[in-house]
């Protein structure tokens, strides 16, 4: 062995084991991260206990305490020792280790967060008509004796991280702490609807989510934790296929979220955050919301146990499931056949927004004696001098007021005619934009180039079955630079691509030339066509399917081809969109998640105008 490489073998210290303490602590920082994973295991261990009544109490985001109290069957003297030792549970059968149907099964929660604080806990089982109390300080048991207490667990949690001061410099502040704490706790209540649960910050309620008995507990629940609003615009799922059931609320399309933090999603119960599920919820949407938006969801997935493995990683966040597709498949289906059914609706929300952006002044301002009123302003059939208006004047204001400047149409509809469709009948087109409707009890609006995008796309996917789709060549060819890799990828799907009508090829070791487009993009950008291509395979990568990166390429045709905003229209033109979208699956909303439609209430305008 070369000199540079020997090791004096005697200067190394001698391998020894650590204590147990010690090895509670380390076990700790896998575990018990923030204040939030102790709450979580906390709170977990009261409903593997049969808790149906749930208090926590936290001080200083929870440095300082963290406290919480259950109704769940408690614990025996012997047992209340034994549950603060390491790999010590009443949840696990050693021989049969795929089968977990608990939160908590490793036996390290509890030792592992009585090892970095000062913790007290006291229980007291049905049976018994006194409770014990016992007390750790750092991992180190203190006493036990017994102690007057109700039928449950009480676990008091004191200065947390005391004993590993450098974790407490990692924390942040204490807003953010019981930010996570607040988030943790919601995603509990929302799996477990039947048990009351409340949470106090400081003496200060944060959350009261009382037992609930409804005929929908979950549905109430979700009301409780976010609000109606939600309910209100989401589509409920309830499939169950090959032992595995999938039931929730997802929103509709038009109801989306700027980030993916009200995606709530279980696996028997557990709050998970898995890349593979939200990976399918983002395929399912994928041609019916912006790249940048996100859908609002709250899913529930159960699987048989021997199906799953919940032991991936410590804080049981992430899982594994042992036949991926099935799994991705089965909600991919679902979550499409709830938007293929519903997807005709748009969101309640996008109206009342409008109707609250509306605004009526109170008050009209009256102008200064040196200052002249326009006469054009909405004061003026008011006089503000002592001279009458001229006449002629009013004559012409009310001749102006009768003839609407927007395009009007010879009122000879009759009663029927609006009352028989959805969307009515189309009255004008405003700013070359905007098709206005009337039905029986609202006013409609609708966006003529979103609306037209949803029809033109889902033609172009019936043509596509029907192999009907024809090309155009180029006249000059476009060359378009490439990183290597990703050509190598675009290139591996030349094939598929010249059946939508896209003819690539190899140019250079970093280029590619496109000689053909589908004929009905015309005069498209093709450069940045094919880098939405790119983007959408780089995106989801393994997780999609070619059928599926297929149907958003014809969204991205779709929106090269529709109507644009600017073009007059008749009234034939608009009477034929509207009677499209009725008849179009998705016509809610146009391919990027944008509502095509609004509906405004008769009702709700009138309140505008003090009519009720």
Same mark, same amino acid.
Request: a neutral charge; one cysteine or more; aromatic letters at 6%.
């Given at each position: ?22 090895? %509670?602590?380390?076990? +700790? ?77 490793r036996g390290e929660a509890l030792p592992s967060i009585a090892s970095v604080s000062r913790m007290t806990i006291k229980s007291r089982p049905a049976h018994l008509t006194e409770g014990y109390m016992l007390t750790i300080l750092g991992g180190e048991?203190? %006493? ?20 590993? &001061? ?50 929908? &507990? ?19 799922? #309830? ?12 929103s509709l399309p038009t109801y989306d979220k700027g980030t993916s933090a009200e995606q709530y999603l279980y696996v028997n119960k557990r709050p998970v955050k898995d890349k593979l599920l939200f990976v399918a919820i983002r395929i399912a949407y ?17 699987? &048989? ?226 880098? #939405? ?24 045709? +779709? ?5 644009? %905003?600017?073009?007059?229209? #008749?009234?034939?033109?608009? #009477? ?37």
């Amino acid at each position: 062995m070369p000199k540079s490489m020997t090791v004096d073998l005697e200067t190394k210290p001698n391998i020894r084991e650590l204590s147990t303490v010690t090895i %509670s602590r380390i076990a +700790a920082g896998e575990v018990v991260e923030r204040p939030a994973s102790a709450v979580k295991e906390l709170v977990e261990n009261s409903l593997d206990a049969g808790a149906t009544e749930i208090t926590v109490k936290i001080e200083a985001g929870g440095k300082n305490l963290i406290f919480i109290s259950d109704n769940g069957c408690g614990m025996t003297k012997n047992n209340l020792s034994l549950a603060v030792r390491r790999h010590t549970t009443s949840k696990l059968i050693e021989d049969d280790l795929l089968n977990i149907k608990h939160f908590g099964f490793r036996g390290e929660a509890l030792p592992s967060i009585a090892s970095v604080s000062r913790m007290t806990i006291k229980s007291r089982p049905a049976h018994l008509t006194e409770g014990y109390m016992l007390t750790i300080l750092g991992g180190e048991k203190q %006493s036990i004796a017994p102690t007057a207490h109700h039928i449950g667990t009480t676990v008091e949690v004191r200065d947390l991280f005391y004993a590993t &001061p450098a974790r407490l410099k990692f924390l942040r502040n204490e807003k953010t702490e019981i930010q996570h704490i607040v988030d943790l706790l919601k995603r509990i209540a929302l799996a477990n609807p039947k048990a009351s649960l409340k949470f106090y910050s400081d003496n200060k309620i944060l959350l009261n989510f009382p037992k609930n008995e409804t005929e929908n &507990p979950l549905c109430s629940r979700i009301s409780e934790v976010f609000n109606k609003e939600f309910i209100d615009n989401s589509i409920g799922i #309830n499939v169950q296929t090959d032992n595995v059931k999938l039931s929730g609320y997802i929103s509709l399309p038009t109801y989306d979220k700027g980030t993916s933090a009200e995606q709530y999603l279980y696996v028997n119960k557990r709050p998970v955050k898995d890349k593979l599920l939200f990976v399918a919820i983002r395929i399912a949407y994928q041609n019916f919301i912006s790249r940048d938006r996100f859908p609002m969801v709250v899913l529930f997935l159960d699987v &048989p146990p021997e199906l799953v493995d919940v032991n991936a990683h410590p804080a049981k966040t992430e899982v594994r499931f042992r036949d991926v597709h099935l799994i991705r498949n089965i909600l991919i289906g679902a979550l499409k056949n709830a938007l293929l059914n519903q997807g005709h609706l748009a969101s309640s929300t996008i109206a009342n927004d409008a109707l609250r952006a509306a605004t009526v002044e109170k008050t009209i301002p009256q102008p200064r004696k040196s200052e002249q009123m326009p006469f054009s302003s909405v004061s003026q059939t008011r006089s503000f001098s002592s001279a009458p208006s001229p006449k002629p004047h009013i004559n012409k204001f009310m001749h102006d007021f009768a003839q609407p400047v927007v395009k009007g149409f010879e009122e000879n509809e009759t009663d029927a005619l609006y009352e028989q469709y959805k969307l009515g009948a189309a009255r004008c087109q405003m700013h070359e934009t905007y098709i206005i409707s009337q039905t029986k009890n609202s006013i409609i609006i609708v966006d003529q180039h979103a609306a037209h995008e949803r029809l033109v796309y889902e033609q172009l996917k019936q043509q596509l079955e029907d192999e009907s789709l024809s090309k155009q060549r180029l006249l000059i060819p476009e060359i378009i630079e490439l990183n290597p890799d990703i050509m190598e990828k675009l290139l591996k799907i030349k094939e598929n691509l010249s059946k939508l009508g896209l003819q690539i090829e190899h140019c250079t070791s970093q280029s590619i030339i496109v000689t053909e487009i589908p004929a009905l993009l015309g005069d498209c950008n093709v450069k940045k066509l094919i880098q #939405n291509i790119i983007d959408d395979i780089i995106e989801f990568e393994e997780n999609i399917s070619f059928k599926e990166l297929i149907n958003h390429i014809l969204a991205t045709y +779709a929106c090269h081809h529709s109507i644009r %905003s600017g073009r007059q229209m #008749n009234k034939d033109e608009m #009477n034929n969109l509207l009677r499209e979208m009725e008849n179009t699956h998705h016509s809610g909303q146009c391919n990027h998640g944008r509502p095509t439609y609004i509906e405004l209430q008769l009702k709700d305008i009138d309140k505008l105008f003090g009519r009720t």
